[in-house]
């Protein structure tokens, strides 16, 4: 008798069934799988397990009395970097294509999971497999919004690969971690950015619209260190808006609420994290979690100009002071809002500090997104070392 992997089923499932994380998915696309037979255990917004996938996947939990992990997860090194000669773009010097494209070139993997863009709209996403450096270069520069990753999985059980990288924002890494064992592969790789405030596509217009003077013309966006948004139009010029002048109350709603309910910030369950919030500005930032981790950034060290990590300035007060601003919908006058943003470039956190500030500004927020729209979840959703970075703050109720 000819046994069924018993994920192989689970296509029988009605679509109104499709979604269980209901509002709280953030279509990372394992329900549009067979995997789906899993979610109830995989998906981030069911079932919280970052501690005991820790434990998987680098052997042990993030220690939280040593501070640097309490806020970054498990790591055995945090670097500041970027390309000598960055890839035109990319979406910042594109340490993550050109460590792709070196797995790949030198067989470590038969295919990279990576998202380009439709034909029609530079920012709605396309998961793919890619299999040549130039599909995987045609995958650069974030989509800045949900993107249905593990669509692609069947794909990869069927095309028979072994060796597979996976790039993904953290609820996407958290559901694979979890189906990991059920892929048939030799090794997986898992090449991981921070992610926050995702949208879905009509939040993104929402938020171009009320942001740029030219959402049409935006190729690429990122709120930067310099607490700025900085948006790059497609003529070449660019535009920053200060964080300070965003129009919150317009804004509130924009973000999906996933993004509203989510504690992963900084991608714990991913070998190697590229982001840049904890760096100088211009500069990535990089997160080794365990050896694999180790080995993908040992084939690009030569492409690289590194310095350490530093640390420097006291974000608390500004974290506590923006908490009721953000909760009240406060807008400042654009005038008011860059200087408010002089003031705390020139004094404000920065590096490390400045990756606690913006973690601490969106635990908080989320936590109490959290509390008062899901309170049954609150306990078991909210990790402990986001419960021990919260409860550092006063919140209102
Ligand atoms: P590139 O070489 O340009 O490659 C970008 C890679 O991102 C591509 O391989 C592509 O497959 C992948 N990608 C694009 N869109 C998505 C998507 N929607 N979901 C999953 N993968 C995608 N870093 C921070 O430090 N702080 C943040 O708050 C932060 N927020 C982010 C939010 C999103 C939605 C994304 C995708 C990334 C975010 N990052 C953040 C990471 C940062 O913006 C850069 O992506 C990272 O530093 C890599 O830059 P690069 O030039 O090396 O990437
Ligand atoms: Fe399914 Fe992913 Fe949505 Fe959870 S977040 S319901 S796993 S598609």
């Not at 973000?255 to 991608?267: G, K, L, R, T």
């Not at 840049?276 to 981790?293: E, H, K, L």
Request: proline content about 6%; glycine content about 6%.
């Amino acid at each position: 008798m000819t046994s069924v992997s018993p994920h192989k089923k689970a296509k029988a499932l009605k679509p109104t069934s499709r979604r269980p994380a209901k509002e709280l998915c953030s279509e990372c696309g394992l329900c549009d799988t067979y995997y789906i037979h899993y979610v109830k255990e995989a998906c981030a917004f069911i079932n919280q397990q970052i501690g005991e996938l820790e434990v998987e996947t680098h052997t042990r939990s993030r220690h939280l009395d040593n501070p640097d992990e309490l806020y970054f997860g498990v790591h055995q090194d945090m670097i500041a970097a970027r390309k000598q000669q960055p890839i035109e773009g990319a979406q910042w010097t594109g340490i993550v294509s050109s460590i792709a494209i070196e797995m790949l070139n030198r067989g470590l993997v038969e295919g990279v999971v990576c998202v380009q863009n439709t034909k029609e709209d530079r920012f709605q996403p396309m998961p793919i497999i890619a299999r040549t450096p130039e599909e995987i270069l045609a995958a650069r520069v974030n989509k800045p919004t949900l993107s249905p990753n593990l669509s692609v999985l069947e794909q990869i059980e069927k095309s028979g690969m072994k060796r597979l990288l996976v790039i993904g924002v953290g609820c996407q890494i958290q559901a694979l971690r979890a189906v990991e064992k059920q892929l048939g592969l030799e090794k997986l790789y898992v090449l991981g950015t921070p992610c926050v405030d995702n949208v879905n596509r009509a939040g993104l217009q929402k938020f171009l619209e009320t942001t740029s003077r030219s959402p049409e013309t935006v190729v690429h966006y990122e709120f930067m260190q310099d607490f700025r948004v900085h948006f790059k139009h497609e003529d070449g010029s660019s535009e920053t808006v200060p964080f300070f002048g965003l129009k919150t109350n317009k804004l509130k709603d924009v973000f999906a609420p996933s993004c509203m309910s989510c504690f992963d910030y900084v991608n714990s369950l991913a070998d190697l994290v590229v982001g840049y919030m904890g760096a100088p500005f211009g500069w990535q930032w990089i997160v080794v979690r365990n050896d694999t981790g180790k080995e993908m950034l040992d084939l690009v060290q030569d492409q690289l100009d590194t310095q350490p990590v530093t640390s420097k300035g006291n974000r608390k007060e500004a974290v506590q002071q923006s908490i009721p601003a953000y909760d009240k919908g406060v807008t400042l006058p654009m005038w008011a809002a860059k200087l408010m943003g002089v003031v705390i470039e020139k004094i404000g956190p920065k590096g490390l500090e400045y990756a606690r500030f913006s973690i601490d500004s969106h635990f908080t927020r989320n936590y109490l997104y959290v509390k008062r729209n899901h309170p049954e979840k609150l306990e078991a959703h909210v990790p402990e070392f986001a419960k021990r970075i919260v409860e550092q703050y006063k919140l209102p109720e």
